[in-house]
């Protein structure tokens, strides 16, 4: 049974920083892309950020570029986003997503297993 279990999130003041973090269990974690996705109130779920079997590739949201870093740490079967310069915008539950590919991809229909969200409040 694959588990993606989210942490890090929290309140945070607008320009303020945090890391989420992503525990993976029950899949073969150095064959799989990992993305973040997250969900705001009245808002369909996006893509913030992903990543590749291997790490060397990634992608992110335009919205989130030079402010937030995915990366993994295949030893922990963890994957981490990183993110600075939060905005009041960034206000979101945030979905850790697991594919059964190495590619990393942007949308969400090509992620297989998703976790439960962890909550991530900016304020202004």
């Known amino acids: 049974q694959v588990q993606l279990e989210e942490s890090g999130g929290g309140v945070v003041q607008a320009g303020g920083s945090l890391r989420l973090s992503c525990a993976a269990s029950?899949?073969?974690?150095?064959?799989?892309?990992m993305g973040w996705f997250r969900q705001a109130p009245g808002k369909d779920r996006e893509f913030v950020a992903s990543v590749s079997w291997s790490g060397r590739t990634t992608y992110y949201a335009e919205s989130v570029k030079g402010r937030f870093t995915i990366s993994r740490d295949v030893a922990k079967n963890t994957v981490y986003l990183k993110m600075h310069s939060l905005k009041p915008e960034d206000t979101a539950v945030y979905y850790c997503a697991a594919r059964r590919a190495r590619l990393a991809t942007m949308t969400s229909p090509e992620y297989d297993y998703w976790g439960q969200g962890t909550q991530v409040t900016v304020s202004s």
């Open positions: 029950g899949l073969t974690f150095s064959s799989s892309a």
